[in-house]
């Protein structure tokens, strides 16, 4: 252990984060220990994407990477612990609490500030910075509290009309405020773009009710009456009222720390550094926001993240430099795509400017080139940056044709197929250019996009390079002769979603049929459920119909779930989770005459195991004589709708969230998937039913409800996102319709929907234009496939009961129908019994047989 | 007359109409469970009904298939996937067989004869 070195990290931010993660993947030796000390009270975190705050993500949902590196066993986070003095000659840190963290090696990583002019009434209440997730929250209760005081839409201004304020004005309208930006130069985003751009971005942003005010100066914010925010006084003498104000005039860097312990500082600030992100004290160095590095500090996460990757490649010996800032940038900003990017300003001697503008539909196209018109040298997109991600790659190369088809509307010329020099960056986060791409694909034998993002990183942070990354993986693949193969298995070349549209179109229906024309052989365990799901799901005949039972995978085929021995679990439906009493005393009844092991579900039902399949058909007779049906447990189908317990009996309920839950079981029921599909209602915003967590989660506002989609537990857990807000009952209906139907037909096998949700194009804002816009033109086609559905509900297994012939197949033996399983072996545990282990086995003492018991008729 | 001997060793089970193509039938013969199949072309096979990968007496719920030209049976607990023709476990989906198990199932010799499906335990053995 005495060679270790210990590394500590001031600062806990996403360049600290990046350095942890690449020391801890490189160095494999585990030559350094790293200590990070966060000011703020939570792991490193996304601050990109702080807005999505508003948009329904939570505060975990901006995490950065995987929370087991804080559990490295060389890797100490301290959370709330601010540094406060560094001691250089002791080569040791003191953090807030008065803890000394001696160190080997420092590295600064303390970041900015936001940064607000001295303008008087900046300390009024209802003033704010957009910096922290604890300043977006302290904006949001802000926001919310004076609305419901002013009982009027809050009034909104951001001072400073650069990135970060655009990104303020979305986040204030987001909240349900107005809001003005308020710019001093004359046009917004004066660092990446330029006249026309911006001309072309205020209306843009305007058309989207955000109002914009360029080239005037804020001179003082005067209170209300009551002593809030209330008006902006500017320097033209013009007045304007407000209830809140951001300011974002941008950052400063941390400096501070590094300024006490005697670092040299630039003269704009910042902890000077050589190109190898060193300070003068070779103990020292500093990356990201605070480094002054090529005699200035960058404020952009990527040559952050590069600075993070050679400080580390240092340390472990390596002879990485700083290649120079990227400072490219893509954005969406309300919605409004603006890129940047190289030589935007065309400050290169001799460079030319090509532009395209169409004010009506919003967008102004800029591309820099070199005098002879050949090599790219930079460009401003706005309002179409579909160009960006294959355009800002060739920055330095040839552009290949005619430079105007990548200004004029994509598909109005065919643009030219340039094959990406090796060195060209395709991920300027991650710094991962398209030789490591391709390396990864033929070396690495990645041959997935998942795969190469993991391997590569690659489109892991803001994920604008994906399209490319994914070209050039595919045209990779391709050369390598290596197809991407979608086949379902040896006997399908298809995927589960074309085989879905080839058995709908085809109108075949039967397995024989469908492998003779689509397929070949005679089908596994894989294809043959699958066209069995398939032909559940569109015709919604029974799964254990002519031909189809021997298609069906283990638990549907009988209709219960098997277990390890061999027998069965019962799950009758309780839809909502609400039972009548007499079902569950005949539960009860059920499980004792049985010798059934019972528990309670998460799905808030109850389960029955240790049924033998003989006995499958008694057991349910029972349950649907008395008004229970299948509960589909073993389905992939609609399992449940759980459900709080809503406006009826609880204080805080809103709405009717068991009513809600039952119409929502009752509609889906019996409906066959891809995957199985839990849905969930809370009767108000508390989510005491874990809504999110769901396939599908309902919750009630003060309107209506929101339904959030693509929410799992399980192996990958996700928090669903929101599909619609405030909607009446019969909207939430139609959008649930909808978003089942169609990931019903296009997703793959046993993918689940917050994948499904990810991988498809576009991702949920694209799904929500087929289901909400009809993109597509199927919603007509969805709506009448679910409705056809509804209609031809029945109880499987009061169909099978009636169904001497189906019946057949509940028997043990076939020469000895009545006979259980003579290997069968329980023991007794806390009253009931389970299934015994192979030691148990031997100790015969301690069994129980297999109940003989049999029907009370 | 067929020799005695023989005759405790050839059971009938069932008749051959009470099988349905690609379901599997599970059989107590003599206090052995066998699993059976009527496949696609006719043909009746019988296998043991142990899955030896989980120790549960289920290969006659699984499901039939093809790998290549081989019938096979997939086991419904952890699925992995035989031969109906040697009994040779071609997929161990990277489990080993539980132990005092052979990864393989011992295959039976099946005759359908007047109708009646008959197994010959003995033989196999």
Redesign the interface.
């Known amino acids: 252990m005495t060679d270790t070195q210990k590394i500590v990290v001031v600062g806990g931010g996403m360049v600290a984060h990046r350095f942890t993660e690449a020391m801890r993947a490189r160095d494999t030796d585990g030559r350094y220990s790293v200590t990070v000390l966060a000011e703020e009270p939570r792991a490193p975190y996304d601050r990109v994407a702080l807005t999505s705050y508003f948009t329904g993500k939570d505060p975990e949902d901006l995490a950065l990477g995987d929370p087991a590196l804080w559990e490295d066993g060389l890797v100490t986070l301290r959370r709330d612990a601010k540094a406060v003095a560094i001691d250089r000659d002791a080569r040791e840190v003191t953090d807030a609490h008065g803890v000394v963290h001696p160190y080997d090696h420092l590295i600064m990583a303390t970041g900015s500030y936001a940064w607000s002019p001295p303008v008087k009434g900046a300390d009024l209440p209802g003033v704010f910075v957009y910096r922290t997730i604890d300043d977006v929250a302290a904006l949001r209760i802000y926001v919310e509290r004076r609305r419901k005081e002013l009982g009027r839409s809050v009034r909104g201004a951001v001072i400073g009309g650069g990135l970060l304020g655009l990104e303020a004005a979305g986040a204030l309208q987001e909240l349900g405020a107005t809001s003005t930006v308020i710019q001093f130069s004359d046009r917004l985003m004066n660092l990446q773009v330029d006249e026309g751009g911006g001309q072309a971005l205020s209306r843009l942003i305007e058309n989207l009710g955000v109002k914009v005010r360029c080239n005037t100066a804020t001179e003082a914010i005067r209170p209300d009456k009551h002593g809030h925010v209330g008006s902006l006084k500017f320097a033209d003498k013009g007045e304007q009222l407000v209830d809140v104000v951001v300011f974002a005039t941008g950052v400063r860097p941390r400096d501070e720390l590094g300024r006490d312990a005697g670092l040299t500082i630039g003269k704009r600030g910042g902890i000077v550094v050589d190109d190898t992100c060193l300070t003068e004290d070779p103990a020292v160095s500093a990356i990201g926001e605070v480094a002054c590095i090529q005699g200035a500090c960058i404020g952009l996460i990527a040559p952050g993240n590069t600075m993070a990757e050679i400080a580390v490649d240092r340390l472990l010996g390596g002879e990485a430099t700083f290649p120079g800032a990227d400072t490219a940038a893509k954005l969406k900003l309300l919605g409004v795509d603006v890129a940047s990017f190289g030589d935007a300003f065309a400050t290169t001697p001799g460079a030319l400017e090509l532009t395209y503008a169409d004010p009506v539909a919003g967008v102004y196209k800029k591309l820099v080139v070199t005098d002879d018109a050949r090599t790219l040298l930079g460009g401003i997109l706005v309002g179409d940056a579909s160009a960006y991600a294959s355009l800002r790659p060739l920055v330095g190369s040839a552009l290949g044709g005619d430079p105007a088809a990548w200004l004029l509307p994509e598909g109005s010329i065919e643009r030219p197929n340039v094959e990406l020099p090796d060195e060209a960056g395709v991920c300027s986060c991650n710094n991962v250019s398209a030789g490591a791409i391709r390396h990864a694909v033929t070396e690495q034998g990645c041959h997935e996009l998942g795969e190469v993002k993991a391997c590569t990183k690659a489109g892991t942070s803001c994920g604008s390079c994906l399209p490319l990354v994914k070209k050039i993986v595919g045209s990779e693949l391709e050369k390598s002769g290596i197809e991407l193969s979608n086949a379902l298995c040896e006997h399908f070349d298809m995927s589960r979603a074309q085989l879905f549209n080839a058995i709908q179109v085809s109108e075949l229906q039967t397995f024989s049929e469908i492998i003779e024309r689509f397929g070949t052989g005679r089908g596994c365990d894989i294809c043959k459920p699958t066209v069995g799901s398939i032909l559940a799901s569109i015709y919604n005949q029974h799964v254990l119909a002519a031909d189809r039972a021997a298609l069906q995978d283990t638990n549907d085929r009988v209709m219960a779930n098997m277990q390890k021995d061999g027998t069965y679990s019962v799950v009758p439906r309780v839809p909502g989770g609400e039972i009548l009493p007499e079902h569950l005393i005949l539960i009860g009844q059920i499980a004792q005459d049985y010798g059934l092991y019972t528990k309670i579900t998460g799905g808030q039902r109850i389960d029955m195991f240790g049924a033998r399949l003989e006995q499958l058909p008694q057991i349910w007779q029972r349950l649907v004589d008395a008004g229970m049906e299948s509960g589909h447990a073993y389905g992939k189908s609609l399992r449940t709708v759980k459900s709080c317990v809503g406006s009826d009996w609880c204080r805080y309920g809103v709405q009717d969230s068991v009513g809600m839950a039952i119409a929502l079981e009752l509609r889906y029921r019996g409906l066959r998937s891809p995957h199985k599909l839990k849905l969930g209602v809370s009767g108000c915003a508390r989510e005491c039913a874990e809504a999110r967590g769901k396939d599908v989660g309902v919750i009630a506002t003060d309107h209506g409800w929101n339904v959030y989609v693509g929410g799992n537990g399980g192996f990958t857990p996700r928090h669903a996102q929101l599909l619609v807000e405030d909607v009446d009952d019969e909207t939430v209906f139609k959008v649930i319709d909808r978003y089942l139907m169609y990931y019903i037909r296009t997703a793959d096998r046993l993918q689940r929907t917050a994948p499904w949700q990810e991988d498809h194009e576009g991702g949920l804002e694209a799904i929500k234009a087929v289901i909400m816009d009809d993109s597509l033109g199927i919603c007509d086609d969805l709506d009448a496939h679910m409705a056809r559905h509804i209609d031809s509900y029945e109880d499987e297994w009061k169909a099978v009961l009636n169904d001497p012939e189906r019946l057949r197949q509940f028997t043990s033996f076939v020469n000895a129908p009545d006979d259980p399983d003579p290997s069968l072996a329980y023991v007794e545990q806390r009253g009931q019994r389970r299934p015994a282990t192979e030691s148990e086995r031997r100790d015969t003492a301690v069994l129980i047989a297999p109940t003989r018991l049999e029907v009370r008729s | 007359m067929t020799p005695a001997s023989a005759i405790a060793t050839r059971t009938v089970?069932?008749a051959y109409d009470?099988?349905?193509?690609?379901?599997g039938?599970?059989?107590?013969?003599g206090?052995v469970?066998v699993a059976?199949f009527r496949l696609?072309d006719g043909s009746v096979r019988a296998v043991q009904n142990?899955d030896p990968f989980?120790?549960?007496?289920?290969m006659s719920?699984?499901?039939?298939?093809?790998?290549?030209d081989v019938?096979?049976i997939?086991s419904?607990?952890y699925?992995q996937?035989f031969s109906l023709i040697t009994g040779e476990c071609l997929v161990t989906m990277d489990k080993q067989p539980?132990?005092g198990h052979a990864a393989d199932l011992a295959v039976y010799p099946v005759t359908v004869d007047n109708g009646q499906v008959i197994i010959d335990l003995v033989s196999a053995a």
């Open positions: 089970v069932c009470d099988l349905t193509p690609d379901l039938v599970a059989a107590l013969v206090g469970q059976l696609d142990l989980s120790d549960a007496h289920v719920r699984g499901i039939t298939g093809s790998r290549g019938p096979t997939a419904p607990i699925k996937v539980r132990a």
